[in-house]
C-alpha cells in the first residue's frame, strides 16, 4: 500500500516562496508519475504539474509556468513543489498524486497528462494548505 503524505504549505505574502513536499512510502515511489493538484474553496480541483517516474520529464498549467517547479528525488521518495511568485490566487489545499498503470506521454500536453493522472491515480495524499495573502 503506496501513502504519499504532503507538507510545506502555510501562509505567506504575494510575491513569496514556498516549497511543497510530497512523500511517499510503502512501494517504489520511482515506478510512479506524480501529479500536484489544488482545490480552493468553492472551486473545482484543477491540476497544477506533472513529472514522470524518473524525473526527467516534467509539464505545467499554464496559470504556474515560469513559477512553479516540480522535482523529485527518488532515492528519498520525495516530489517537491517549488513556488515562487505566490499570488492570492494560488491559494488552495495542495494535493499530490501517484499514477503507475497507464504511463508518461511525453508527447502529451500538461492538460492530456494531468486529465490521465488525476483519473487513473491509485494514490492520493491528504493535502496541505497554501495561503497567499498580504
Known amino acids: 500500500q503506496l501513502q504519499l503524505v504532503e507538507s510545506g504549505g502555510g501562509l505567506v505574502q504575494p510575491g513569496g516562496s514556498l516549497r511543497l513536499s510530497c512523500e511517499i512510502s510503502?512501494?517504489?515511489?520511482?515506478?510512479?508519475?506524480i501529479g500536484w493538484f489544488r482545490q480552493a474553496p468553492g472551486k473545482e480541483r484543477e491540476g497544477v504539474a506533472c513529472i514522470n517516474n524518473s524525473g526527467e520529464s516534467t509539464k505545467y498549467a499554464d496559470s504556474v509556468k515560469g513559477r512553479f517547479t516540480v522535482s523529485r528525488d527518488n532515492a528519498k521518495s520525495t516530489i517537491y513543489l517549488q513556488m515562487n511568485s505566490l499570488k492570492p490566487e494560488d491559494t488552495a489545499v495542495y494535493y499530490c498524486a501517484a499514477e503507475g498503470r497507464v504511463g508518461w506521454g511525453e508527447r502529451m500536453t500538461f492538460v492530456q497528462m494531468i486529465t490521465i493522472i488525476a483519473r487513473a491515480a491509485e494514490y492520493w495524499g491528504q493535502g496541505t494548505q497554501v495561503t497567499v495573502t498580504s
Open positions: 510503502g512501494l517504489n515511489a520511482g515506478a510512479y508519475a
